[in-house]
């Protein structure tokens, strides 16, 4: 089915792990948009931290780059 291979490149090249790989396709075959939903914003809220997490370290780089300058 094009859609579900659609489904699934688009959940790998957002980072998602394999289990949500599998599982939301089947989901979204059922007919279980709540489930679906769900395990989407599952991956969302996690790649979310992810960059909230490089966000910091970035900061921090930035921060040492100044002080290291200014020294």
């Not at 769900?38 to 921090?60: A, N, P």
Request: glycine share 4%; net charge positive.
């Amino acid at each position: 089915m094009q859609t579900e291979k659609y489904i699934m490149e688009n959940l790998w090249d957002a980072g998602c792990d394999e289990m949500e790989i599998s599982k939301i396709p089947i989901c979204y075959r059922s007919g279980d948009c709540r489930n679906t939903e769900k395990l989407i914003e599952k991956c969302r809220k996690r790649q979310l931290e992810r960059l909230h997490e490089s966000q910091t370290c970035i900061g921090r780089l930035d921060f040492l780059r100044y002080r290291l300058a200014k020294d």
